[in-house]
């Protein structure tokens, strides 16, 4: 789990699952659940690779699955807003 160290609010959390508990499929895979605007959860489920979130909040975070179906560089896009998401606004 990656938090920030000010308010204490997790940015990421990275877990290895059942993958039945998010998409068909058996075994276990790793997952990274990052923060999304609530507006844009319904279209990121929608590709390949995104999953409603498994242990948080369905409203305001997807679960990533690990097993390079997205690219590195739209991981680190989700993983980039999700900081923003969820930094402090006090300065």
Do not use: F
């Amino acid at each position: 789990m990656y938090r920030h160290q000010d308010n204490k609010k997790w940015i990421t959390i990275i877990m290895y699952i059942e993958q039945s508990k998010i998409s068909k499929g058996e075994g276990m895979c790793e997952v990274m659940n990052v923060k999304a605007p609530p507006a844009d959860v319904d279209r990121l489920i929608l590709e390949e690779g995104i999953y409603e979130c498994y242990h948080m909040n369905k409203k305001n975070w997807v679960s990533i699955i690990l097993d390079d179906t997205l690219e590195d560089s739209r991981i680190e896009e989700l993983l980039q807003q999700s900081y923003l998401l969820t930094k402090s606004s006090k300065k």
